[in-house]
């Protein structure tokens, strides 16, 4: 397989639109990347200037060390799983799974030996001899994915391939691809719009706002050490919970939003001092917001007041949607507690995975540290 290298690279349509502005990303060889981000944020228009199909208007893109800026996509040596299949409807699964290689005038032997090797891999034996209408979508989606495979491609790219998908058939997949990744030991870049896939498929994921990279991390990283207010809020269903309110020094440290005070873990004081009596907006995940039946053994709890709005049980859990009078917030509770709309119900805020943000530039205050922190690491 292969690595691949973005320098500097940069999409500008007419009217000087940047749809991709100055992305630099190394793709390491047997890695599954995935891209993630909003509709419109530049992450397929990326994804097609890796495969060719778009072109590049500034820096320099590399696969397996070799500039492929003017090489056309069929001698890039990739494959491309597209969001809408692309089957040829006249033929059938196995003559689909054989074409690109026909092209290639690949001798008929090996054309046979590569389509049954992919059609095992994926299942679909008993589908060759149907013609695409005759297959549900799952099952399109299994043959566009064997046609990729047939190719032995040095890097293979999807782009929103399961976003056509009910939910159910939507999580199968996913898990079909990143077995099929682990058994091919294969370069993946893969697009997606949706969180939990990047989260449950990626090696490391790329978070894309408007064109410009945020921030690239494995997942655990991106969601608890998220760089800033954008990435924290895109990353976690439901999203992290963000109040404004300003830092305080009261025997310590307290996050003030008026109707809500916590105190700030000892930890964080040296990092959060320059803020004091400075606006900054605080950020707590649904899931680290506990009932007070169950944050008891917390080290750095905080208790706190807030009206239910809205209920939703999940089954293994339940959503409380609450609010301070000011602030909209959401709590993951357990399954067992019992809440009713309009109560003023206390909770616990797990301090010790707050998260504050500079007001007017939305980074992260406790991120550099955390960096430092590794880097301390790893030395």
């Not at 419109?40 to 890796?50: A, D, E, F, Q």
């Not at 008026?258 to 964080?268: D, L, T």
């Amino acid at each position: 397989m292969a690595d691949v290298r973005l320098v500097k690279v940069s999409k500008i349509f007419p009217g000087g639109v940047r749809a991709v502005d100055n992305v630099n990303l190394h793709i390491k060889d047997k890695e599954f990347l995935v891209l993630v981000g909003p509709s419109g944020c530049g992450k397929s228009t990326t994804l097609r200037m890796i495969a060719g199909l778009e072109e590049i208007s500034e820096g320099e893109i590399y696969i397996d060390d070799r500039l492929v800026n003017d090489v056309p996509p069929k001698d890039r040596d990739i494959a491309m799983v597209f969001q809408n299949y692309a089957l040829y409807p006249h033929m059938t699964v196995e003559e689909n799974l054989e074409f690109g290689l026909k092209l290639r005038k690949v001798p008929r032997e090996e054309r046979k030996r590569r389509v049954r090797e992919a059609a095992e891999i994926l299942d679909i034996v008993h589908l060759l001899d149907r013609k695409p209408k005759a297959l549900s979508g799952g099952q399109r989606q299994r043959v566009a994915v064997g046609r990729a495979i047939v190719r032995q491609p040095k890097v293979f790219l999807f782009d929103e391939p399961l976003s056509n998908l009910d939910a159910k058939l939507r999580v199968q997949m996913r898990t079909e691809i990143s077995k099929l990744h682990m058994r091919l030991q294969a370069t993946m870049i893969y697009v997606t719009h949706d969180q939990v896939e990047a989260m449950t498929m990626g090696d490391r994921i790329v978070v894309m706002k408007d064109g410009i990279v945020q921030q690239v991390d494995d997942p655990l990283s991106l969601y608890d050490h998220p760089c800033n207010k954008f990435v924290a809020g895109f990353i976690g269903s439901p999203p992290m919970n963000f109040m404004e309110g300003s830092i305080v020094e009261n025997n310590g440290l307290v996050f003030d939003e008026g109707n809500i005070r916590v105190r700030i873990p000892a930890k964080y004081h040296t990092t959060l001092k320059p803020y004091a009596n400075r606006k900054v907006i605080f950020g707590i995940r649904p899931e680290d917001i506990y009932d007070l039946s169950y944050g008891s053994e917390l080290p750095n709890k905080e208790e706190v007041s807030a009206r239910v709005e809205v209920i939703e049980p999940m089954g293994s859990e339940i959503f409380l949607y609450l609010t301070t009078g000011k602030t909209p917030f959401v709590a993951r509770v357990e399954p067992h507690v019992k809440a009713q709309v309009e109560e003023m119900r206390k909770l616990y805020f797990n301090m010790d995975k707050a998260h504050f943000f500079d007001v007017e530039t939305e980074k992260s205050i406790l991120y550099e540290e955390h960096v430092r922190e590794e880097l301390a690491e790893v030395r």
